[in-house]
T-cell receptor
Framework: ETGVTQTPRHLVMGMTNKKSLKCEQH?????MYWYKQSAKKPLELMFV???????ENNSVPSRFSPECPNSSHLFLHLHTLQPEDSALYLC???????????????FGAGTRLSVL | GQQVMQIPQYQHVQEGEDFTTYCNSS?????IQWYKQRPGGHPVFLIQ?????EVKKQKRLTFQFGEAKKNSSLHITATQTTDVGTYFC??????????FGQGTRLTINP
C-alpha cells in the first residue's frame, strides 16, 4: 500500500463512452501526476498538478481531460477514446519543494484501460 | 525536451549472474532517481543520487552517478528471481519535473 489509491483497477469502454478515472492520495503531498504506460512508451507523463494548479501538459489529446479539485484528489475524464489509448494509466503524487529535493514519486496501482 | 536514454531495453540472465542497466543524458542532471516495477505492479522508488561521482549500495544493488552528472548505472550482483522486473531511471534538470527513461526489463532463468 503506497498511500495512493486508484479506481477502477480495470475499465473496458467503447469509443463513444465517457468515463472517469479517480486517484486519491493520503500522503499529504502537494503534487499529483497522470502517466500513461504502454508497450511503445513505458512511462509517458500526461499531466502534472502542483498546488492544485496544472503546470505542465505534454500535448496530450483533448479527449483526455484532467481535474484536480483539491490536493488529495485527481481525476482523468475520458471521452471518445481510440483503441490506441488502451494502456495502464498510473497516478502518482509527490511533495514538490523545488530542485535538488528528494521529490520521490509514489505511484498507485494503476487503471488498466481497454478501448474497444 | 530533455530526455534520458536507458539501455539495454531488455536483459535476460541466468540466476546468479550480474546485471547492469545504464542511463545517459546529453546535458547535466540535477539528480537522478531509480525505480523498480515488478510484473503486474507499479513503479516503486529505490534511490536518488545527487552528487557527482556518488555511489550508493543497497544489499546487492549498486547505484552510480557519473562525474559529469550525465550518466548513471544500476548494477545487481548475483541476481535472484526476486530481482525480476523493469528498472527505470528518472532524471531532473533544475526545477523541472522528473523525466523517466524507457526502462530495462530484466528476466531471469532460475
Amino acid at each position: 500500500e503506497t498511500g495512493v489509491t486508484q479506481t477502477p483497477r480495470h475499465l473496458v469502454m467503447g469509443m463513444t463512452n465517457k468515463k472517469s478515472l479517480k486517484c486519491e492520495q493520503h500522503l499529504g503531498h502537494n503534487a499529483m501526476y497522470w502517466y500513461k504506460q504502454s508497450a511503445k512508451k513505458p512511462l509517458e507523463l500526461m499531466f502534472v498538478y502542483s498546488l492544485e494548479e496544472r503546470v505542465e501538459n505534454n500535448s496530450v489529446p483533448s479527449r483526455f481531460s484532467p481535474e484536480c479539485p483539491n490536493s488529495s484528489h485527481l481525476f482523468l475524464h475520458l471521452h471518445t477514446l481510440q483503441p490506441e489509448d488502451s494502456a495502464l494509466y498510473l497516478c502518482a503524487s509527490s511533495q514538490d519543494e523545488g530542485s535538488g529535493t528528494l521529490n520521490i514519486q509514489y505511484f498507485g496501482a494503476g487503471t488498466r484501460l481497454s478501448v474497444l | 525536451g530533455q530526455q534520458v536514454m536507458q539501455i539495454p531495453q531488455y536483459q535476460h540472465v541466468q540466476e546468479g549472474e550480474d546485471f547492469t542497466t545504464y542511463c545517459n543524458s546529453s546535458t547535466t542532471l540535477s539528480n537522478i532517481q531509480w525505480y523498480k516495477q515488478r510484473p503486474g505492479g507499479h513503479p516503486v522508488f529505490l534511490i536518488q543520487l545527487v552528487k557527482s561521482g556518488e555511489v550508493k549500495k543497497q544489499k546487492r544493488l549498486t547505484f552510480q552517478f557519473g562525474e559529469a552528472k550525465k550518466n548513471s548505472s544500476l548494477h545487481i550482483t548475483a541476481t535472484q528471481t526476486t530481482d525480476v522486473g523493469t528498472y527505470f531511471c528518472a532524471g531532473r534538470w533544475g526545477a523541472q519535473k522528473l523525466v523517466f527513461g524507457q526502462g530495462t526489463r530484466l528476466t531471469i532463468n532460475p
